[in-house]
């Protein structure tokens, strides 16, 4: 019994997690604000600006790094989502599978509103999503684009414009257009 106690007082206790130490199924958004790595359009030097985003910092999900919005690099498509919006729960998935399909071409971004960690974190778990997210419990950026509802998804083409697409969930077929039409990339089967 001496020998248990004392291989149990000596066992490394791991820290408890605070609220902002939730486990994070996303990727790090540090290479958000380098446009895409390869085979995607590219914007003239003197377009590469800022995004045409609000002027909105935002924590990413992952690592809880603040990065501005604005210094987002197209071509990008941003989704914002929450884990309690029906609508939001279909596109999810097949936001995924773009961002697997488009890996180097376009930045697939979400961003968690309207929501609390825990329940994002499980969600997005569960569905196998892991592209690089934001956390916006605030609904910062959603409001600052004048938007109340999900869900939401921006277009941001490599010239920093951006196009809002607001209505029914996303099909294949529509989001494929949406990303041709407004970033230039050619999204295949």
């Given amino acids: ?6 291989a149990c007082s000596t ?7 605070g609220a902002d130490d939730v486990a994070s199924p996303f990727r790090d958004c540090a290479a958000l604000i380098s446009p895409p790595a390869s085979g995607a359009p590219t914007a003239s ?6 995004a045409d985003l609000p002027d909105v910092s935002l924590p990413c999900f992952t690592g809880g790094a603040v990065l501005p919005v604005r210094d987002l690099r197209g071509p990008a498509v941003i989704n914002f989502w929450a884990s309690s919006c029906a609508p939001c729960r279909q596109e999810l998935p097949l936001l995924q599978e773009l961002a697997d399909r488009t890996a180097g071409q376009v930045h697939v971004i979400g961003v968690d509103t309207m929501d609390t960690r825990d329940a994002g974190s499980s969600f997005a778990a569960d569905k196998g999503v892991s592209f690089p997210t934001f956390f916006d ?3 910062k950026l959603l409001y600052g684009l004048g938007k109340t509802t999900l869900p939401v998804t921006v277009f941001l083409a490599a010239d920093g414009k951006r196009y809002e697409y607001v209505g029914p969930a996303l099909d294949k077929p529509t ?15």
């Fill in 45 to 50: 030097p003197s377009a590469a600006t800022k």
């Fill in 175 to 189: 989001l494929g257009a949406l990303v041709r039409e407004h970033t230039g990339v050619t999204v295949t089967e």
């Fill in 1 to 6: 019994m001496a020998l248990l106690l004392a």
């Fill in 11 to 17: 066992a490394e206790v791991a820290p408890t997690a």
């Fill in 137 to 139: 419990a605030d609904k």
